[in-house]
């Protein structure tokens, strides 16, 4: 079994996994996008919700949502200071 540094390297990669989901032709979400990378967010992956009936069922009007590896949601309006503390897990 492993442990010590390579496990908890490997356990914050699959932690460090983050999901924007989004619109097309979005300005808020083009916001959203600019913050995360100024903010250098690792893993961040980008899924457009227009075409996917659940998807946008579910975040139709949030949008943008900011979603962790977790399952926890930050919905938009954040700034640099809100998405960090949202990180580790402060909020």
Do not use: K
């Not at 913050?35 to 069922?57: M, N, T, Y």
């Not at 975040?59 to 503390?85: H, I, K, M, N």
């Amino acid at each position: 079994m492993l442990s010590g540094p390579a496990t908890l390297a490997a356990t914050q990669h699959i932690n460090l996994m983050f999901i924007l989901y989004q619109r097309d032709d979005c300005h808020l979400c083009d916001l959203a996008l600019a913050v995360l990378a100024q903010a250098r967010v690792p893993g961040l992956d980008s899924v457009f919700i227009d075409d996917d009936a659940a998807l946008e069922a579910r975040y139709g009007s949030r949008v943008p949502v900011l979603c962790d590896g977790q399952g926890r949601e930050l919905d938009w309006p954040f700034d640099a200071s809100t998405l960090s503390a949202w990180m580790s897990g402060q909020r």
